[in-house]
């Protein structure tokens, strides 16, 4: 089972944002979290909503009742440049230098451990037994 959210139009660059996504990539949602917390840039921010929409999206999903949010680890991220917005800017001389105002969009998937899922479908099958 997977579960997915995605934010876009940060208004920071990618290479930034990458530096913090790279440190929970494959922790568990509940460390990634106090990482997160924990991490001072400003990229931790945008990334700590993103991990909670997606956290809220697997409790909100069809099979909440199976998943509890310590099951949950950060399966990928990905952080992809986004709009880049031009500005110019006075130089001497009657010159103008560009700056280049970027912006990103981070999609994040989670997933249930292996071995939760395994106990899980086992506990399913036993539900479905002692109904019949």
Excluded at 36 to 45: G, S
Excluded at 64 to 88: F, Q, T
Aim: proline share 5%.
């Amino acid at each position: 089972m997977e579960f997915r959210a995605r934010s876009k139009y940060i208004k920071m660059s990618a290479r930034k944002i990458r530096r913090v996504a790279d440190l929970i990539r494959g922790k568990d949602v509940e460390h990634a979290m106090e990482a997160l917390y924990f991490i001072p840039k400003a990229a931790a921010d945008p990334i700590l909503r993103t991990l909670k929409s997606a956290t809220a999206n697997a409790m909100n999903s069809e099979d909440a009742s199976k998943v509890k949010p310590e099951d949950l680890y950060v399966k990928e991220i990905r952080v992809d440049g986004g709009p880049i917005m031009k500005r110019i800017r006075p130089a001497p001389m009657g010159r103008a230098y560009r700056i280049r105002k970027r912006t990103a969009h981070i999609d994040m998937k989670l997933a249930v451990r292996d071995d939760r899922i395994e106990e899980i479908q086992h506990e399913e099958k036993k539900k479905k037994k002692k109904r019949k």
